[in-house]
């Protein structure tokens, strides 16, 4: 009987280790090697525009800024605001977007808000909420659709992918890392409240969208 109870606690010990594990590498906790662009003979393309004037092309500060942002360790919580921004250190996967494209220069809450405004019909929008329309992912993908670049959804064409893209998921946003996972395909850089700010979680939701922002302003009908 002792015999029968110690091979039981062995099996339960076994068990747990292995429940352990497997939300290590769910999460994606485990250690697991990195590697790059070059690693794959991927040569990262640059925006021409530099929109804040700094001296680094837009795609790169897009990436820097949702590094930035996640690495300020974002608390999770959907909430309303007035002014629309965040004002209590609570965030979602959309405000990573606002961020990063704040930190190349441009105004996304404004950029939207206008578009909604003069364009209601293509957002399926009756009545503007400029206190949050800007942090819908729905509505953020219109706008994607309508004036950056839509590339593949394919995440294993790898070369079609680099840092500083945005991928959208269907309740999900966030912006592709320049690392990459050893079959080449890029890490995400994110907020959902669960998992890493930035892991390799690429494919764990389908891909809906996937865009690389060379905004032409001019063909936006802003005043």
């Given at each position: 009987?002792?015999?029968?109870?110690?091979?039981?606690?062995?099996?339960?010990?076994?068990?747990?280790?292995?429940?352990?594990?497997?939300?290590?590498?769910?999460?994606?906790?485990?250690?697991s090697?990195?590697?790059?662009?070059?690693?794959?003979?991927?040569?990262?393309?640059?925006?021409?525009?530099?929109?804040?004037?700094?001296?680094?092309?837009?795609?790169?500060?897009?990436?820097n800024g949702?590094?930035?942002?996640?690495?300020?360790?974002?608390?999770?919580?959907?909430?309303?605001?007035?002014?629309g921004?965040?004002?209590?250190?609570?965030?979602v996967?959309?405000?990573?977007?606002?961020?990063a494209?704040k930190?190349?220069?441009?105004?996304?809450?404004?950029?939207?808000?206008?578009?909604?405004k003069?364009n209601k019909?293509?957002?399926?929008?009756?009545i503007?909420?400029?206190?949050i329309?800007?942090?819908?992912?729905?509505?953020?993908?219109?706008f994607?659709?309508?004036?950056?670049?839509?590339?593949?959804?394919?995440?294993?064409?790898?070369?079609?992918?680099?840092?500083?893209?945005?991928?959208v998921y269907?309740?999900?946003?966030?912006?592709?890392?320049?690392?990459?996972?050893?079959?080449?395909q890029?890490?995400?850089?994110h907020?959902?409240?669960?998992?890493?700010?930035?892991?390799?979680?690429?494919?764990r939701k389908?891909?809906?969208?996937?865009?690389?922002?060379?905004?032409?302003?001019?063909?936006?009908?802003i005043?």
């Amino acid at each position: 009987m002792k015999i029968f109870l110690r091979f039981g606690n062995v099996l339960v010990i076994i068990l747990i280790l292995l429940l352990v594990f497997i939300a290590l590498d769910h999460f994606n906790y485990l250690p697991s090697q990195i590697f790059s662009d070059s690693d794959f003979d991927i040569e990262f393309i640059p925006s021409s525009k530099d929109a804040d004037a700094d001296g680094v092309d837009d795609y790169t500060d897009i990436l820097n800024g949702a590094r930035e942002f996640v690495g300020q360790k974002p608390k999770y919580k959907s909430a309303y605001y007035s002014g629309g921004y965040p004002d209590d250190d609570y965030y979602v996967c959309t405000d990573l977007i606002w961020y990063a494209l704040k930190e190349a220069g441009y105004d996304f809450k404004s950029l939207i808000d206008e578009d909604i405004k003069n364009n209601k019909e293509d957002y399926d929008i009756d009545i503007q909420d400029t206190n949050i329309d800007f942090r819908r992912v729905r509505n953020i993908q219109v706008f994607l659709d309508k004036y950056t670049e839509k590339l593949t959804t394919d995440a294993e064409d790898i070369a079609a992918w680099q840092g500083g893209d945005i991928v959208v998921y269907e309740n999900h946003i966030g912006i592709v890392s320049d690392k990459r996972n050893e079959d080449g395909q890029n890490y995400l850089i994110h907020h959902d409240g669960y998992h890493k700010y930035e892991e390799d979680g690429l494919t764990r939701k389908k891909i809906i969208g996937h865009y690389r922002f060379n905004l032409n302003l001019d063909d936006l009908n802003i005043e």
